[in-house]
């Protein structure tokens, strides 16, 4: 076991600079869960081969923004940073994060029309102007955006100018934007942007194998929280059999 440790220890020395301590920490406590915990990291993260792992490190530090905790995004900050993400491509992360987080809440729209009180539904002409142009653009019309047409013009015109803006990047490449947001998506169990996501990143060039690399990043980011958010409890613990 402890050629084990001293293989997971060169790793994350390689990587990060330095062990993390909620590994040091489960390695007092059950070394199987550790040696676990790192294979993982490997065949689900930092191991896969589709997606540059500056970008995987991206994707990772995004899911960790839009679920916490916030020391899980900093040390992927740190690892996109190593592996050569410009800070704009940073920049242009979290802002894909953010719109993919603001594009959850528009499901307030059919709370609203299920509510059945027609004084509170909008009549904007306008707004068939705005689906319209979606269309062309995008040759898709999510259903959620007619919904929100029918509730508020303005709500509509807000998302799409908040769309245009935050998801259109300056550095990251417009793919790996919309891996982003769609991961985001992925870990905040939002299926209407899980599918408008999907259909950007297939039509800005994303593979299958891309694909499969955004879901296992996001699945093991997703999971990780429970030993990230635990590491107090795992120092109360390694205090009591000491």
Known sequence: MEKDYEKIRKFAEETLGEMPEVIAQLYKLNEKAAIEQFNEN?????????????????????????????????????LARRFGASIQEIIDAIRA????????????????LDYGKEELLDNDQNSDNMLEKVKKE???????????????????QEHLREKTELLTPVALGRKYAFAVAFAVSISIHDKECQKVYLDQFIRNGGTKGELEDIIFTTRFLVGNRAFVNGLDILKSMNTIIQ
């Open 138 to 156: 995008t040759e898709i019309v999510p259903e959620r955006l007619s919904l929100v047409a029918k509730v508020s013009g303005q709500l509509l």
């Open 97 to 112: 994060t953010k719109m993919a987080l603001m594009s959850s809440t528009l499901d307030v729209a059919l709370s609203i």
């Open 42 to 78: 490997i065949s689900l993260y930092l191991g896969r081969k589709n997606i540059p792992k500056k970008v995987l490190a991206l994707i990772a530090m995004s899911v960790a923004l839009a679920n916490g905790p916030k020391e899980s995004a900093m040390i992927h900050y740190k």
